[in-house]
């Protein structure tokens, strides 16, 4: 893995995991995106009553980011819970490309399950429209 201060991205998404508003789910999702600057901006998942309205929190996140000033990423981290993380949805993954895909996304769970991919391998050939 690479110098990421991943304790911090980790500590920041379970941070923002608690605020998830999940009143049909009750899956909480947080997620924590280092930008390039060496900010953190965190987001969690928000459901609606439609459900199809509902934004997870890897979009969250980015979205947030972007609305601050961020468009270069270096790592992600996503926190859900249980025996095995959570990797972001396929929406997550091309919202998330869009910036590049040259992005380190740790998937964790406090139960202490963890996996790390490059986003590249978790949506290869992502859309770019030409
Ligand atoms: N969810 C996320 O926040 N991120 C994902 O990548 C997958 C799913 C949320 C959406 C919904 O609030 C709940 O998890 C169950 O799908």
Redesign the pocket.
Known sequence: MSDVDWPALKAAALAVQERAY?PY?D?R?GAALLTASGEIVAGC?V?NATFGA?C???RTAVFSAVAAGHREFRAVAVVTHGAEP?T??GI?RQVLAEFGSDLEVLCFTPEGAEEVYWLSELLPHAFKLK
Do not use: D, F, I
């Open positions: 999940v789910s899956y999702v998942n459901e509902t997870c929190a890897e959570g972001p949805c997550c």
